[in-house]
């Protein structure tokens, strides 16, 4: 017997399933926390984007900035925003730069996501945090906390250059919804099944 209301559920779970995977294609949001604790004094947060491709359409979005950051910031190339509005770093320049004045002793977040349309060569992302009082950069030998590789048509390769920094990757709220929407249908059909 043709069962309508089966046909719909499987169809409207395709659809979830498709349309969840679409999503995690466009590209994740990352999540980067930096721990200052053990550290005093004051300093500054750096963020770059190098690019040798003025011409490509890639762009890298910061927001949702929390920690105790001071009044002054410093931008260099195809950078602009602010730590209270969100920052923007693009590519209309080889060297894009976002220091922002911080107080050290605590933590330190922000979220990134990447912006990428057409070819373009490959780019680095990194987040430096240099010390007043050391005079110097924290983290690996190179002053690095965190530094993303962007390759078109490859995934992103995220380094993170010391215990000081932590990078995870944030779900974005159509993929969750679409899971638990996918996973509730699951269920659904599930139960009806066993009830037969």
Known sequence: M???????TRALLALMLVTGAGMAVA????????NTQGHT???LIDFL???????ASTSAMLSNFSGDYGSDSFIEGDARGSIAGGVFLGTNAWY???AQS?????RFSFDLRFDQSGESDPLTFS???????LGGYLGDENGTLVQVDLTPGQPNVVYTGTALANVSEVPEPATLAAMMLGLTLMGSTLRARRKK
């Open 2 to 8: 043709f069962n309508l209301k089966n046909l719909f």
């Open 27 to 34: 590209g994740p949001t990352y999540h980067v926390t930096v």
């Open 41 to 43: 004094g004051t300093g």
């Open 49 to 55: 984007l190098l690019g040798n491709d003025p011409s």
């Open 96 to 98: 894009n730069d976002f």
């Open 102 to 106: 911080v107080n050290l002793g605590g």
């Open 127 to 133: 987040v430096g945090l240099y010390s007043d009082v």
